[in-house]
């Protein structure tokens, strides 16, 4: 007889996103004449730049014509996108990489999920609360063990390790996903000097790392000296170059994580050979245009263009006394909302027809909190910088 996975027993009934969908639909369907603004789920409305979509139309008459068409990629990715990634940490971080250490992915989330797989069951998974739900209930469903540590206002929402804390992997994300919180070269240190001294692998999540505009924060773990072997690092091109709905991201696996004699790179690399196929071709050829001069630059105007919505986002929330943080080298703003945070997105959304995200989703240090996205456009994104206020003096 068939015994399923009981873990899924364990999980949260849904999605956080998928119970959010539900209550905007609800909405929807009870106010036929809504003026809905969405700055909750963490999408990008910005369309993809010219120099890509020049790139996937030239790539896709490629796959037409006998002469040029391809099969499958090469298995770890194409050369060119390797080659422009490695030049990308070269000029960005001043990080040096060799080709074997990069995996093309189909976006960032299935590999973060998707990597433990490398792990035995016994290993204590450290998570920081609040974070993107991923790293948890990914690990939930491996029945693991899991230490959960503190994001606070105290902490500035990056937990550190301390004393007494053990634990064999461990999730960083920065910028962090719910908080904006970005973690500095020297506290990056003190997570890298930890993972050394007690052999634990660090997965570094680093998928809005193009939104660090201040240029004295790290922008990959790799600027850190010893990274090299404690770390993993996931990039995504979804937010970086609106590849939400395109699809592609890279794996940074360094040659030198070696852990019980066994080489990670090597593993990574047989796994993602059995269960993956890849890439396809016209998307990586998209993505090799994301690095190129006018693709960076043109990514970089949408990015801007996003950091805008969040400065007004951030100074309406000033003007109105709410404390909140984030917006400034992340697309997110993370507010104090002073009530469960459910109840605060039914009141925001009944209330001023804006949909956020409750921080509780994020973990139980996110409950009191509530988060906005940048992601909307400079229409919408006034609109609700207006509602905002409204709302805020209302209370
Ligand atoms: N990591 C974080 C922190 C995210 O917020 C997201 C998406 O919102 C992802 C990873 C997933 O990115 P991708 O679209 O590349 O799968």
Same mark, same amino acid.
């Given at each position: 007889?068939?015994?399923?996975?009981? =873990?899924?027993?364990?999980?949260?009934?849904?999605?956080?996103?998928?119970?959010?969908?539900?209550?905007?639909?609800?909405?929807?369907?009870?106010?036929?004449?809504?003026?809905?603004?969405?700055?909750?789920?963490?999408?990008?409305?910005?369309?993809?730049?010219? !120099?890509?979509?020049? /790139?996937?139309?030239?790539?896709?008459?490629?796959?037409?014509? /006998?002469?040029?068409?391809?099969?499958?990629?090469?298995? *770890?990715?194409?050369?060119?996108?390797?080659?422009?990634?490695?030049?990308?940490?070269?000029?960005?971080?001043?990080?040096?990489?060799?080709?074997?250490?990069?995996?093309?992915?189909?976006?960032?989330?299935?590999?973060?999920?998707?990597?433990?797989?490398?792990?035995?069951?016994?290993?204590?998974?450290?998570?920081?609360? !609040?974070?993107?739900?991923?790293?948890?209930?990914?690990?939930?469903?491996?029945?693991?063990?899991?230490?959960?540590?503190?994001?606070?206002?105290?902490?500035?929402?990056?937990?550190?390790?301390?004393?007494?804390?053990?634990?064999?992997?461990?999730?960083?994300?920065?910028?962090?996903?719910?908080?904006?919180?970005?973690?500095?070269?020297?506290?990056?240190?003190?997570?890298?000097?930890?993972?050394?001294?007690?052999?634990?692998?660090?997965?570094?999540? =680093?998928?809005?790392?193009?939104?660090?505009?201040?240029?004295?924060?790290?922008?990959?773990?790799?600027?850190?000296?010893?990274?090299?072997?404690?770390?993993?690092? &996931?990039?995504?091109?979804?937010?970086?170059?609106?590849?939400?709905?395109?699809?592609?991201?890279?794996?940074?696996?360094?040659?030198?994580?070696?852990?019980?004699?066994?080489?990670?790179?090597?593993?990574?690399?047989?796994?993602?050979?059995?269960?993956?196929?890849?890439?396809?071709?016209?998307? *990586?050829?998209?993505?090799?245009?994301?690095?190129?001069?006018?693709?960076?630059?043109?990514?970089?105007?949408?990015?801007?263009?996003?950091?805008?919505?969040?400065?007004?986002?951030?100074?309406?929330?000033?003007?109105?006394?709410?404390?909140?943080?984030?917006?400034?080298?992340?697309?997110?703003?993370?507010?104090?909302?002073?009530?469960?945070?459910?109840?605060?997105?039914?009141?925001?959304?009944?209330?001023?027809?804006?949909?956020?995200?409750?921080?509780?989703?994020?973990?139980?240090?996110?409950?009191?909190?509530?988060?906005?996205? /940048?992601?909307?456009?400079?229409? =919408?994104?006034?609109? /609700?910088?207006?509602?905002?206020?409204? &709302?805020?003096? =209302?209370?």
């Amino acid at each position: 007889m068939v015994k399923v996975n009981k =873990n899924y027993n364990n999980l949260n009934q849904s999605y956080l996103f998928s119970t959010i969908t539900k209550k905007r639909n609800e909405f929807i369907k009870n106010n036929p004449d809504n003026k809905l603004i969405r700055l909750g789920i963490g999408d990008v409305t910005r369309p993809l730049t010219k !120099p890509v979509v020049d /790139a996937l139309v030239k790539a896709s008459l490629e796959m037409g014509d /006998a002469k040029t068409f391809k099969g499958y990629g090469d298995e *770890q990715g194409y050369g060119f996108l390797q080659d422009a990634i490695k030049k990308y940490y070269k000029d960005i971080n001043g990080v040096s990489l060799e080709n074997s250490e990069i995996f093309i992915s189909d976006g960032a989330k299935s590999d973060i999920a998707n990597f433990t797989d490398l792990f035995s069951n016994e290993n204590t998974i450290i998570i920081p609360d !609040p974070v993107y739900p991923v790293y948890l209930d990914s690990n939930m469903m491996l029945g693991r063990k899991i230490v959960l540590i503190e994001g606070n206002k105290e902490n500035g929402f990056k937990p550190l390790p301390f004393e007494g804390l053990t634990g064999d992997i461990v999730y960083l994300c920065s910028p962090n996903n719910p908080t904006g919180a970005v973690y500095s070269h020297s506290e990056l240190k003190l997570w890298v000097d930890f993972a050394l001294k007690n052999n634990m692998i660090i997965l570094f999540d =680093n998928a809005y790392e193009a939104f660090v505009n201040d240029r004295s924060l790290p922008r990959s773990i790799y600027e850190v000296d010893g990274a090299e072997k404690c770390a993993v690092e &996931f990039n995504s091109l979804s937010k970086t170059a609106g590849f939400t709905g395109t699809r592609c991201g890279y794996t940074i696996v360094p040659q030198n994580l070696i852990f019980e004699g066994n080489n990670l790179n090597k593993m990574w690399l047989r796994r993602q050979t059995t269960k993956f196929n890849g890439v396809s071709y016209i998307v *990586q050829k998209g993505a090799e245009a994301v690095f190129s001069e006018e693709g960076l630059k043109s990514c970089m105007e949408n990015i801007e263009y996003y950091m805008e919505n969040a400065k007004l986002i951030s100074d309406t929330l000033t003007k109105c006394n709410v404390w909140h943080t984030g917006g400034i080298n992340s697309p997110y703003i993370w507010l104090s909302c002073g009530m469960d945070s459910w109840e605060f997105f039914d009141k925001l959304l009944n209330e001023a027809q804006i949909e956020g995200t409750p921080g509780s989703g994020f973990g139980k240090c996110g409950e009191g909190y509530f988060r906005l996205t /940048a992601f909307n456009t400079r229409e =919408n994104t006034i609109e /609700a910088t207006k509602r905002l206020e409204k &709302f805020f003096k =209302n209370k």
